[in-house]
């Protein structure tokens, strides 16, 4: 059996399933529960400067889109950070740890953007006994608006700031949480990175707005005929959490600093999948949300499984396996040619396939073949593109064979060479560099 | 149980009576919203649609569907309609298993076709609860047409016919108007009236005048009808019934006729059924028959069928309807002799047959089952004579009306559709809705001067 326990920048945990820190850590009642459950760590839901806590909205706070039998999507909120007495979160942090010492509390932080709230609240955190810290930059409502959370992480100058006060003023680790609210989120890991962090953790949640409301033309949520953006998340967002995470992790600059990956992990296959492209760790929030704390089972034994079947002992072996494969597109290989196959035994003649291809694309799957209704490829036209693959509703039933090198490319008239060859050497690029491809 | 279940002999009230409205509910619940939208989203709105081209009336079924997922019913209504103006009894009566549903490529996946027939009752349902009406006559073309028969193909005939700005008299012999919407069909597929609330939606659209009562034949004649309109429209079904040719017929029950009397029957529970009940047939009236005996409290009833379980004109689904609720269906049994003592039925002696060489013949062997009541469902037939006494004879072909590709009989002026024609349609609502809308369109083409008028 793999080893599924988990050593995130010296915080132990007994697997790599952390709650976000979001709703589901907003108290010990609910840790407790999580930890019951199986959770391997948390991080709490995010504390603010002593005083008067936050309002929340007394209405509605979340938005969702649907899959037709209303399987949640995508959701997204417009609640702000804890609501509750620092001081109550804090008793509470303390009592949680140590009654769970194996597992791993994390404190999310959000305080105003100076020297002295970070001073003034970190001893605060680290008398609890907390292993850690993480520095909410990515809350996109609300907090924002009064320059905090994705307001600070949009500004990598700030982000690196604020980094370099915690690591001065605490001897916990600082785990830096980044917004997918900026268009190149390279530069606040870069920056906070630069700061002297521990590791990053993202995405936080996207600016949305789920839907407009078609009678009261107001959008959801809607909080007396009124609404605003609020932070989108679930497993709409996943493949925009994967991306960033990778280009974290294959960035010149912060390879190699650790990453928790947050953003629509909803099963052990999805949380693979950021691990493969560098994240240490996960965490989770709607999916949480959705369906409770049980689904950590399912996300423990699917994980140990995968890592059984493929003979990793630990979950630090897939850690990072998929990063060499995530290049730039001027390094794929133009000699790889494929063209679709349509398996005729499988083939429940619906017809996507051809209307996809001779609607919007390259017109290369036939409808009839003498008078009869059959859906065949014709490799003169076929480009690979692989739509029809993603468009067909059976499995398997269409797939994308490679032409291999000498044989014949029927679209191109020409034989497929046998040698990699990319954008950067190509006749066509004006800007072709070298006769040997880079890369 | 009610006290009734094992009176001897032909009695009512077998049931208890809150059973009745239970055994005669709707056959297929009726889809809630979000069932609605879930099953519409297992549609892969396919390109050239097996299932449009399996509907007799060519309904745009991957649209309206697409427009139920969406949330659009009333629009997915219109696209029914557009095609059938009948589209809500159809969702409830068509024999979709091997129309629509089994062409659906999900049946060739994996066994399980959308369930087309239940979401175009969802939609139609919505559109007609609502009362939105889509279709607005075109101005006045001062032409009068008279349809004979207020059946499927008569309503579906005037319907087109009053878009195109016609004014049309639809006269019916019977009571009601609906024809075998309102007489014929199985009770539990059309609840709560819902016949006569289509014929109201259909003929809202105005310039349809329906008169009930009226018979061709009786009250009104092919002769004078041409006279009087600008065109004729027979659809007129099938009035009478197939002979038994076996002894003591005249004891045994017509189950067409037995069923009118139970969709009229405003309470079932005085409505009088035999105990062991038989049916002779192997078609969809006799499942009907068969089914709602069971359903009225027959303790035993039985279908015996002349030829092979493959033969019978019933589907397969059908058949196992039949067979949940408890009828036996025998096979390859030919009625000899209904018995009777002292006027009642008292059983029937059939014989065992086979095929030899390709013919069906009897064994000599012979079953005798005891019996209250004995239905015939062996198929109807056109009554001819209503046509006569209009001078020109309508020629006839097979027993029904000939009519050529575009439903014009031998009779200037007139066409016929439906059940009393000889065409390749089958005998099913959904093929009379087809050939009443398509023979609408040729008499619009004809009267007005179209490209083939
Ligand atoms: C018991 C039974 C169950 C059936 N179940 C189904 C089913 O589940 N699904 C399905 O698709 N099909 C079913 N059918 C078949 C279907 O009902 C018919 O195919 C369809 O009704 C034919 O429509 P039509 O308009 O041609 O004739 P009809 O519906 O028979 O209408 C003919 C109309 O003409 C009137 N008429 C007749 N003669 C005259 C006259 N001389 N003068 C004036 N009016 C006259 C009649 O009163 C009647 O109203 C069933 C049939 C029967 C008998
Ligand atoms: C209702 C709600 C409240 C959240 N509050 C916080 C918060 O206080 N601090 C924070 O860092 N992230 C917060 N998040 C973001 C989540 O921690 C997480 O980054 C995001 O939901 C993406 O993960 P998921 O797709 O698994 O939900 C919140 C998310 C939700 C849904
Ligand atoms: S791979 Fe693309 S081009 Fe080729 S058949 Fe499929 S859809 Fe058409």
């Known amino acids: 059996m793999a080893d599924l326990r988990s050593n995130f920048v010296g915080i132990k945990s007994p697997n790599p399933f952390w709650l976000a820190s979001a709703p589901p850590t907003d108290k010990a009642y609910n840790v407790v529960r999580a930890f019951k459950a199986g959770w391997g760590g948390v991080v709490w839901k995010t504390l603010g400067e002593e005083g008067p806590p936050v309002v929340n909205v007394n209405g509605p706070r979340y938005g969702a889109i649907w899959g037709a039998d209303r399987r949640l999507l995508g959701l997204n909120n417009i609640e702000l950070i804890t609501d509750r007495d620092l001081?109550?979160?804090?008793?509470?942090?303390?009592?949680?740890?140590?009654?769970?010492?194996?597992?791993?509390?994390?404190?999310?932080?959000?305080?105003?953007?100076?020297?002295?709230?970070?001073?003034?609240?970190?001893?605060?955190?680290?008398?609890?006994?907390?292993?850690?810290?993480e520095l909410n930059f990515g809350c996109p409502h609300g907090m924002s608006e009064r320059g905090m959370g994705s307001a600070v992480g949009q500004v990598p100058e700030y982000v690196e700031m604020v980094v370099r006060w915690c690591k001065q003023y605490t001897r916990m680790p600082v785990i830096t949480k980044l917004t997918p609210n900026i268009a190149d989120i390279r530069k606040p890991a870069r920056a906070a990175h630069a700061g002297g962090t521990d590791a990053v953790s993202l995405i936080n949640t996207i600016n949305s707005i789920t839907a407009v409301n078609l009678d009261t033309f107001s959008p959801e949520p809607s909080i007396d005929g009124r609404g605003t953006h609020g932070g989108y998340c679930g497993p709409a967002v996943k493949p925009i959490a994967l991306n960033m995470v990778?280009?974290?992790?294959?960035?010149?600059?912060?390879?190699?600093?650790?990453?928790?990956?947050?953003?629509?992990?909803?099963?052990?296959?999805?949380?693979?999948?950021?691990m493969a492209l560098g994240a240490g760790n996960v965490q989770v929030c709607t999916a949480a949300m959705t369906y409770g704390f049980k689904i950590v089972e399912e996300m423990i034994t699917g994980l140990?499984?995968?890592?059984?079947?493929?003979?990793?002992?630990?979950?630090?072996?897939?850690?990072?396996r998929a990063v060499p494969n995530v290049t730039d597109w001027q390094y794929l290989n133009l000699n790889y040619v494929t063209k679709a196959r349509i398996n005729q035994e499988l083939c429940i003649s619906c017809g996507r396939c051809h209307i996809a291809c001779e609607d919007t694309s390259h017109q290369a799957i036939t409808n009839m073949i003498d008078g009869k209704r059959m859906f065949v490829v014709k490799d003169e036209e076929c480009v690979g593109c692989n739509l029809c693959v993603n468009v067909c509703p059976v499995e398997d039933c269409i797939t994308m064979e490679q032409i291999p090198g000498g044989m014949m490319d029927e679209r191109t008239g020409h034989r497929v060479p046998d040698h990699y060859a990319n954008w950067t050497t190509h006749p066509n690029n004006p800007m072709a560099k070298a006769k040997e491809p880079a890369e | 149980m009610a006290q009734g279940q094992f009176l001897t002999g032909i009695a009512a009230g077998r049931l208890a009576a809150d059973q009745y409205a239970e055994n005669f509910s709707d056959l297929h619940e009726p889809f809630s919203g979000h069932e609605a939208r879930v099953e519409a989203d297992r549609c892969y709105f396919c390109y050239d649609a097996p299932c449009m081209t399996a509907c007799p009336t060519a309904i745009d079924i991957p649209m309206f569907i697409?427009?139920?997922?969406?949330?659009?019913?009333?629009?997915?209504?219109?696209?029914?309609?557009?095609?059938?103006?009948?589209?809500?009894?159809c969702a409830r009566v068509c024999p979709t298993e091997t129309l629509c549903e089994e062409a659906c490529v999900r049946e060739a996946a994996e066994g399980k076709p959308?369930?087309?027939?239940?979401?175009?009752?969802?939609?139609?349902?919505?559109?007609?609860?609502?009362?939105?009406?889509?279709?607005?006559?075109?101005?006045?073309?001062?032409?009068?047409?008279?349809?004979?028969?207020?059946?499927?193909?008569?309503?579906?005939?005037?319907?087109?016919?009053?878009?195109?700005?016609?004014?049309?008299?639809?006269?019916?012999?019977?009571?009601?108007?609906?024809?075998?919407?309102?007489?014929?069909?199985a009770a539990y597929k059309s609840t709560q009236d819902f016949a006569q609330a289509e014929v109201d939606y259909v003929t809202a659209i105005g310039g349809i005048t329906i008169e009930t009562g009226k018979a061709l034949g009786r009250d009104i004649s092919i002769g004078q009808l041409s006279e009087d309109f600008d065109a004729v429209?027979?659809?007129?079904?099938?009035?009478?019934?197939?002979?038994?040719?076996?002894?003591?017929?005249?004891?045994?029950?017509?189950?067409?006729?037995?069923?009118?009397?139970?969709?009229?029957?405003?309470d079932l529970s005085a409505l009088p059924i035999g105990r062991r009940v038989v049916v002779i047939g192997g078609g969809m009236t006799a499942v009907d028959m068969a089914v709602q005996a069971k359903l009225l409290g027959a303790e035993e009833v039985t279908i015996c069928y002349r030829r092979g379980k493959e033969y019978m004109n019933a589907s397969l689904y059908e058949q196992d309807?039949?067979?949940?609720?408890?009828?036996?269906?025998?096979?390859?049994?030919?009625?000899?002799?209904?018995?009777?003592?002292?006027?009642k039925v008292t059983g029937i002696e059939l014989e065992y047959t086979r095929l030899e060489n390709g013919v069906l013949a009897g064994t000599g062997e012979s079953l005798t089952l005891p019996a209250d009541q004995v239905f015939k469902a062996i198929g109807q037939t056109f009554l001819a004579a209503a046509l006569n006494g209009s001078g020109a004879a309508i020629e006839m072909e097979g027993g029904r009306i000939r009519v050529d590709g575009e439903g014009r009989t031998s009779m200037p002026g007139v066409w016929a559709g439906g059940d009393c024609v000889a065409d390749a349609r089958e005998d099913l609502t959904v093929a009379a809705v087809a050939a009443g809308r398509d023979a609408a369109e040729s008499i619009n083409r004809a009267l007005m001067g179209g490209a083939n008028g």
């Open chain 1, 87 to 133: 001081f109550v979160n804090l008793a509470e942090i303390k009592q949680v740890k140590r009654d769970w010492p194996d597992r791993a509390v994390v404190v999310s932080i959000m305080v105003p953007c100076d020297e002295e709230s970070w001073k003034a609240i970190l001893p605060l955190v680290e008398e609890t006994g907390a292993d850690g810290i």
């Open chain 1, 246 to 274: 990778a280009e974290i992790a294959r960035d010149a600059q912060t390879r190699g600093m650790p990453i928790s990956g947050i953003g629509g992990v909803t099963t052990w296959r999805d949380a693979v999948e950021f």
């Open chain 1, 304 to 320: 140990s499984n995968y890592l059984d079947e493929k003979g990793f002992s630990s979950v630090d072996e897939v850690v990072g």
């Open chain 2, 66 to 89: 697409r427009q139920i997922a969406t949330d659009n019913p009333v629009g997915s209504a219109k696209t029914i309609f557009d095609q059938n103006i009948l589209g809500g009894m």
């Open chain 2, 114 to 185: 959308v369930q087309i027939g239940r979401l175009q009752r969802y939609a139609t349902d919505v559109a007609i609860a609502e009362g939105v009406q889509f279709y607005e006559r075109a101005a006045p073309t001062g032409k009068r047409i008279a349809v004979v028969g207020a059946g499927p193909a008569g309503l579906a005939c005037a319907h087109r016919l009053a878009m195109h700005g016609h004014e049309v008299t639809i006269f019916d012999a019977r009571e009601k108007a609906g024809g075998l919407n309102e007489y014929g069909i």
């Open chain 2, 233 to 266: 429209f027979l659809g007129m079904g099938l009035g009478g019934v197939n002979a038994l040719r076996s002894e003591g017929e005249t004891a045994a029950s017509n189950a067409v006729d037995y069923i009118a009397e139970l969709r009229q029957a405003r």
């Open chain 2, 321 to 343: 309807l039949a067979a949940a609720a408890g009828v036996a269906i025998r096979h390859w049994l030919s009625p000899k002799a209904v018995l009777t003592a002292d006027g």
